[in-house]
């Protein structure tokens, strides 16, 4: 905060031109012809002179020497009641049709609820009994000038820029700091603050509090603006569904710091994702105010299991050395993981856990038949290679350079082992920067 010396600079600029008035602070104005005080507020601070509205707007606004402007009076204690020839304001008004305003007299004499006054400057003639209501201590403040302020700004953050050159957002920071004005400076960066010395040092203790109030009220605002809007846009047409995942994968539905529910729920056309209880079991529901929407956030947040069964003898060759073909498999269809289960004896097929979208274990299980089909292709071709070499051999002829289709040699035909030849321990591969490939809510470790 930036605290400028006191008085007031050439020219102020109380808000941009499409903002609303700053607050203003109540002030009375003196009446010269009566030597009385209206009430009214203050508009704007110059250095010479202070823009005045009176209250009511019984006359226009004007702009007035400081002498002729000061504080509004504190209130009235209650009970007040004052003693013979003590010096009051009295609140009445003059003949010519102007309000009611504040008259310095001396009380001459008590009665119950009324006192008997006469007005300081004036005749006896004019002496009245008034209503103890209309009655209270002369007003302890003095007249204003410009070696009584001091002018500050503060800093806005940019996030509450707009809000700040709104004056309404300002109302109550100036009634608790008791600023004469509050206003946007003409850089709309600064917010700039005028008051007495002891009150604009309130306000800059104050200002920090001030700005995360109205940050937190334009988040608010933004957030039930955004509501309003997407409730209006499902008024007519709100779809849901539920989507029934298992305990154990409700984790990566949800997202590493619930990545994929905010994905989801950025959507078009989605109004809410959230978890619900039913029955006991945790459940996803998606609400949306179209089927595409269900659909494509169901995309995103649906993940299931399958098993798949491949021919053992191929199981080695699909993993591939250091599972380098599992892992492109995974890769290419967006698996979470595959897991192959260990086999045992002389079973002739080894069993795949797929984790992922319905759309990923789809296109995962495509690849894994298209690789079979592959292997099978090969071995086909890699027998006719032999057949012909050993035609070749038992006419004594030495076969011609290229034995055969051995790119997966050495990988073994008869299952996924371990080097001693027992049933390998049931291996993972997957994206390792997925929520679940680890360990934790909906996920295993690698070598589960």
Partial sequence: IHISGSGFPPSLHPCTPTCNPPPMAAVEIFEEEFGTWHEGSLVSLEADGAVVRYKDDWTAQEKLPLSRVRAAAPPTPNPFRPKVGERVEVRTHTNDGAPQSWWLATITKLKAEFVYVHYEGWSDSFDEIVDLSRVRPPNPSPAMSAA??????????????????????????????????????????????????????????????????????????????????????????????????????????????GANFIK????????????????GYDRVRVVAN?????????????????????????????????????????????????????????????TLNLVGSQKAIQLAKVLIHAHLQLFEERDSIEEEFRSVHSKLSELGLEPSAGRGMRSDAGMGR???????????????????????????RGGSSSGS
């Fill in 264 to 279: 989801a729920r950025a959507v078009p056309g989605v109004l809410s994702v959230e978890i619900i209880n039913e029955e």
């Fill in 290 to 350: 179209s089927q595409a929407a269900i659909d494509a956030a169901t995309d995103i947040i649906y993940f299931t299991q399958e098993q798949l069964q491949v021919p053992r003898k191929h199981a080695s060759r699909l993993i591939g050395t250091q599972g380098t073909n599992l892992l492109d498999i995974v890769s290419k269809s967006n698996c979470i993981r595959i897991t192959v289960q260990p086999t045992h004896g002389n079973e002739p097929v080894a």
């Fill in 148 to 257: 009584t302020f001091t002018t500050a700004k503060a800093v806005v953050p940019e996030s509450i820029a707009e809000w700040c050159a709104n004056s309404d957002n300002h109302t109550e920071f100036c009634q608790q700091s008791k600023l004469f004005s509050v206003h946007m400076d003409n850089d709309n960066k600064h917010l700039v603050l005028q008051g007495t010395k002891d009150n604009v040092e309130l306000a800059m203790a104050l200002i920090d509090v001030h700005f995360k109030r109205l940050m937190d009220r334009k988040r608010l605002h933004d957030f039930k603006t955004r509501s309003q809007s997407r409730m209006e846009e499902g008024k007519n047409s709100i779809l849901k569904k539920v989507l029934d995942i298992p305990p154990e994968l409700i984790g990566l539905a949800i997202g590493k710091g």
């Fill in 414 to 440: 008869g299952g996924y082992r371990s080097p001693r030849g027992q049933p390998s321990d049931r291996r993972a591969y997957g994206r390792g920067d997925d929520y679940g490939a680890g360990s934790g």
